[in-house]
């Protein structure tokens, strides 16, 4: 893995690319108790089609799409 220090907030990144074409970044936190992970994709905008090993398929063109069963929660001003 290739390591990027970020000096001005002392903490280290690690990334590396899967033979699949996914990079993959570590930010070490050894200070925390817990562990999280998080996925995040360059899908979007533009994107209105993709491909998962088969024939090409449409994607959502509209929006911001809820999940099933969330709560649509609004910031009240005041």
Same mark, same amino acid.
């Given at each position: 893995?290739?390591?990027?220090?970020?000096?001005?907030?002392?903490?280290?990144?690690?990334?590396?690319? %899967? @033979?699949?074409? %996914?990079?993959?970044?570590?930010? @070490?936190? @050894?200070?925390?108790?817990?562990?999280?992970?998080?996925?995040?994709?360059?899908?979007?905008?533009? #994107?209105t089609?993709?491909?998962?090993g088969?024939p090409?398929?449409?994607?959502?063109?509209?929006?911001?799409?809820? %999940?099933?069963?969330?709560? #649509?929660?609004?910031?009240?001003?005041?």
């Amino acid at each position: 893995m290739k390591q990027t220090f970020y000096e001005r907030i002392g903490e280290s990144v690690y990334r590396e690319v %899967l @033979p699949n074409g %996914l990079q993959v970044c570590v930010v @070490p936190k @050894p200070e925390h108790a817990k562990k999280y992970a998080f996925f995040a994709t360059r899908y979007g905008g533009m #994107d209105t089609r993709f491909c998962s090993g088969g024939p090409m398929m449409a994607g959502h063109t509209g929006g911001h799409r809820p %999940l099933p069963g969330a709560q #649509d929660v609004r910031h009240q001003g005041g």
